[in-house]
């Protein structure tokens, strides 16, 4: 399930360049204190746990040139909210009316809230992204120090992990084996590279239109909890392509 939130403001919309852990910490300041502490403290699945939720990048008409390292939002954003857990939706949609719709330093105000249900219907789709896209392996150098590789669309690194990714989240998600069928991950665009700096930390994510043949239970969960690595701090969320 989908939300789309359009916010407006009597005056300008600051935000930092960097924003996700202030939009993260929004999400988890609206919804049930209850729910928010299941998240952040433990999650769904066995082993490696997964929030299940994910959000867009903000839009909006912005200027990036008035205030250094920051985004100057004119009256009005919009951010998309996805989970394929009901009672996350439903918490969040319920609490985005009860409280005072705090971002970074900006009182906001919600001007609308849009519930999309986005059904997967084919084997073959095709996604688009709202906000970056990441797959990554974390290696070893020959001294023993770890470092981060990330892999573009396109890649077969990319593919794999993502794969890997939505059986991980299925089965967490539904509590049984996920479906065994291939998983085939290609772009039909040119990937755009993005560099998100989320609490000190440098990620590298990438856009462009995704074309994704697999089990359709698989793909829902990506349409639903959010495609690749780190969901939950912003990354990877898609919606189904308008395709002609």
Known sequence: MHLTIEFSSDKDIILPIHYNHLVQGFIYDTIDEKLAEFLHSKGYGEGRNFKLFCFSNIFGKADNHSIPEHLVFKNKITLEVCSPMTDFCESFANGIFKKTIRLGSN???????????????????????????????????PEGKKYTCYFQPGEEDF???????LRKKYK??????????????????????????????????????????????????AVDAGLGSKNSQGFGCVRLANVS
Do not use: W
């Open 107 to 141: 009182i906001l105000n919600v001007e609308s809230i849009k519930v999309d249900n986005q059904y997967v219907v084919s084997e073959n789709t095709v996604l688009a992204p709202l906000s970056p896209i990441v797959a990554y392996s974390t290696l070893l150098k």
């Open 159 to 165: 593919q794999r992990i993502v794969a890997e990714n």
């Open 172 to 221: 967490a998600y539904m509590g049984a084996e996920p479906p065994e069928d291939d998983i085939i991950i290609r772009p039909i665009s040119t990937p755009k590279l993005h560099l998100v700096i989320y609490k000190g930390f440098v990620i590298k994510g990438y856009t462009c239109k995704l074309k994704i043949k697999g089990p359709k239970e698989l793909i829902q969960i």
